[in-house]
T-cell receptor, first 110, second 116 residues
Framework: GQQVMQIPQYQHVQEGEDFTTYCNSS?????IQWYKQRPGGHPVFLIQ?????EVKKQKRLTFQFGEAKKNSSLHITATQTTDVGTYFC??????????FGKGTRLHILP | NAGVTQTPKFQVLKTGQSMTLQCAQD?????MSWYRQDPGMGLRLIHY???????DQGEVPNGYNVSRSTTEDFPLRLLSAAPSQTSVYFC???????????????FGSGTRLTVV
């Protein structure tokens, strides 16, 4: 079945450093979505990428979709304490299931 | 709009009891899903529905039933609770999972279930 892998599982960074999480799918995705979950909260939709090679930015966050539409990345520039949380990628499979990666937990050191 | 409403927020069950987790959305979303979240396991799909009257199994469907009689409601039933079903359960809905629009899931606030 479809698998979505995310690395790293955990990341500790000093405040102000950059952060990147990577997402790899075993199958080609029609689109990929990114979510953020704050500790104790629920996932919140950040963005959807659809086109091969697409790059989108939201302030300090940069999202990329690979040329083969099987991988994606989220890069945060100059992390802040408000960036703490778990970042998930997710994509729809051939049978309409949306499968999530296990997430990358970001911890910011002051 | 209330978004996605889940009830209850917390629940403790004894092994063997049954219960229904409620989920309702007021955004006229066709696509709804139930996920469970366990430490280190991410979000695992239990059941999903692409529209009223249509449901299908996800990655971990055993021990759970769903129905979708209306567009708004998608309840999750635990048939005979087991300690392995201790988890946080999230209901989510979306207008579409395909297409070029910037659609994504709207999640409910979750139900924290403990089975003793």
């Amino acid at each position: 079945g479809q698998q979505v892998m995310q690395i790293p599982q955990y990341q500790h960074v000093q405040e102000g450093e950059d952060f990147t999480t990577y997402c790899n799918s075993s199958t080609t995705l029609s689109n990929i979505q990114w979510y953020k979950q704050r500790p104790g909260g629920h996932p919140v939709f950040l963005i959807q990428l659809v086109k091969s090679g697409e790059v989108k930015k939201q302030k300090r966050l940069t999202f990329q979709f690979g040329e083969a539409k099987k991988n994606s990345s989220l890069h945060i520039t100059a992390t802040q304490t408000t960036d703490v949380g778990t970042y998930f990628c997710a994509g729809p499979g051939r049978d309409d299931k949306i499968i999530f990666g296990k997430g990358t937990r970001l911890h910011i050191l002051p | 709009n209330a978004g996605v409403t889940q009830t209850p927020k917390f629940q403790v069950l004894k092994t063997g009891q049954s219960m229904t987790l409620q989920c309702a959305q007021d955004m006229n979303h066709e696509y709804m899903s139930w996920y469970r979240q366990d430490p280190g396991m991410g979000l695992r799909l239990i059941h999903y529905s692409v529209g009223a009257g249509i449901t299908d199994q996800g990655e971990v469907p055993n021990g759970y039933n769903v129905s979708r009689s209306t567009t708004e409601d998608f309840p999750l039933r635990l048939l005979s609770a087991a300690p392995s079903q201790t988890s946080v359960y999230f209901c989510a809905s979306s207008y579409s999972i395909y297409g070029t629009h910037n659609y994504g899931y709207t999640f409910g606030s979750g139900t924290r279930l403990t089975v003793v």
